[in-house]
């Protein structure tokens, strides 16, 4: 199994409301990482996941609430958010803590918050 | 900062037509990667090249790493309108994973 799956694929919200996003891969990839991207523009790293442990934070807001329950699983808890927030969210993960040999990518949940 | 630009931003091409997207740093990388991202889905990664001045192909694609592992460049031969998207160029930098600028492709039939 060489995939990172998403779900959901498409996510709309209210800005009252709490969701999350999930992410799964079974590659025994060690680390695991949440990206934002705008349109037209590259992915931006949110948060790194190395060995089930939050290593980075890339100053996110606390809106967003990263978990990892084990190391195929990834989550982002999402609660009060704006409309400036919608974006493709994407799960990535890669053999150890580094991208020597690059990510493997997620396909994104389309979010879109009202 | 280490930082990843490219080459061109946009490139509108006809089917059949050749190009090269290049990816500059003033920063060595130990490796560069390159992806490929269609509208809503998540980038696909094509290639890692290592060692300076190395040349690896991949169909009609060619990638080429820097003498001096500075940069990279990815040529297209007789593009198709399924080599639309945006292509990345990405490596590990000092501090985490760093994405280039970007270059969107658009082969028109």
């Known amino acids: 199994d060489t995939e990172v799956t998403q779900t959901p694929k498409h996510l709309v919200m209210g800005m009252t409301n709490k969701k999350s996003l999930k992410c799964e891969q079974h590659m025994g990839h060690r680390a695991m990482y949440w990206y934002k991207q705008k349109a037209k523009k590259p992915p931006e790293l949110m948060f790194v996941?190395?060995?089930?442990?939050?290593?980075i934070n890339e100053s996110v807001p606390s809106r967003f609430s990263p978990e990892c329950p084990n190391s195929s699983l990834l989550n982002l808890h999402l609660h009060a958010l704006q409309p400036e927030d919608s974006a493709l969210y994407l799960c990535?993960?890669?053999?150890?803590?580094?991208?020597?040999?690059?990510?493997?990518f997620g396909s994104g949940t389309r979010l879109t918050v009202v | 900062t280490q930082l990843l630009e490219q080459s061109p931003q946009f490139l509108s091409i006809q089917e059949g037509e050749n190009l090269t997207v290049y990816c500059n740093s003033s920063?060595?990388?130990?490796?560069l990667q390159w992806y490929r991202q269609e509208p809503g889905e998540g980038p696909v990664l094509l290639v890692t090249v290592v060692t300076g001045g190395e040349v690896k192909k991949l169909k009609r694609l060619t990638f080429q790493f820097g003498d001096a592992r500075k940069d990279s460049s990815l040529h297209i031969t007789a593009a198709q309108p399924g080599d639309t998207g945006l292509y990345l160029c990405a490596g590990e930098g000092t501090y985490k994973y760093i994405f280039g600028t970007g270059t969107r492709l658009k082969v028109l039939a």
């Open positions: 996941y190395s060995y089930e442990k939050l290593s």
């Open positions: 990535a993960s890669s053999q150890g803590g580094r991208g020597f040999y690059g990510y493997t």
């Open positions: 920063s060595v990388f130990s490796s």
